[in-house]
């Protein structure tokens, strides 16, 4: 099937820097994005998602961007903290009316105190 | 309100034996996912239970099988377990088939040997 893939495996911010992360997808008929957080241990967890009728949707802290023309998802952490430290990964759904999610291979991102 | 409890959290086999992991659920959520996490193909989609009948599955053999019970608790079973199989198996829920969020389980650590 189609991918979702990342730019980059491994970014380190300072802790109050914004970070942004960054996911391509190449099947244009995805409609539903979703960004997930996962910390060593444990299974993912939900931060925020995006339609495809959407380009821009705001969280607490987070911002996910939606660049359709060029298949390109970004999530922005404003002021990260030591606790944003985990792996971060992106997913599509829906694509062709199918439940069936894809996965990015993540990034994992270092948040230096 | 509990979250998804998966057991057991580590496992290991030996290659040709059988592995049966469980899953609760949210209270209240009727779907049921499963996910297979390994650092080389990330996270990828095996099925999906909602009201014991399966509704999506993954490209994966047919060794790879799961079911539902009526209080909505998952186990899902491999068979003939190969090397490859070592993984971290994660169960995720939601409340219908097909809704957006999933809250994920810590997942089960599965070693074959």
């Known amino acids: 099937g189609e991918s979702v893939g990342l730019h980059l495996p491994t970014l380190s911010v300072q802790e109050g820097d914004n970070s942004i992360i960054n996911c391509a997808y190449s099947n244009s008929a995805s409609d539903y994005f979703i960004w997930y957080k996962q910390e060593s241990g444990k299974g993912p967890q939900f931060i925020i998602d995006i339609r495809s009728n959407m380009d821009k949707r705001q969280g607490q802290r987070v911002t996910v961007l939606l660049n359709k023309t060029v298949k390109h998802l970004s999530l922005q952490i404003a002021a990260t903290q030591p606790g944003d430290s985990a792996v971060y990964f992106c997913?599509?759904?829906?694509?062709?009316?199918?439940?069936?999610?894809?996965f990015g291979r993540g990034t994992s991102l270092i948040v230096h105190p | 309100k509990a979250g998804v409890t998966q057991t057991p959290r580590y496992l290991i086999k030996t290659r040709g034996q059988q592995v049966t992991l469980s899953c609760s659920p949210i209270s209240g959520h009727r779907s049921v996912s499963w996910y297979q996490q390994t650092p080389g193909q990330g996270l990828q989609f095996l099925f999906e239970?909602?009201?014991?009948?399966?509704?999506n599955k993954g490209n994966f053999p047919g060794r790879f099988s799961g079911r539902q019970f009526s209080n909505s608790r998952s186990e899902m079973n491999v068979s003939t377990l190969e090397l490859g199989d070592s993984a971290l198996y994660l169960c995720?829920?939601?409340?219908?088939?097909?809704?957006?969020?999933?809250?994920f389980g810590p997942g089960t650590r599965l070693t074959v040997l």
């Open positions: 997913a599509e759904k829906g694509s062709g009316g199918s439940y069936i999610p894809t």
């Open positions: 995720a829920s939601s409340s219908l088939s097909g809704v957006d969020e999933q809250f």
């Open positions: 239970y909602f009201s014991e009948t399966q509704r």
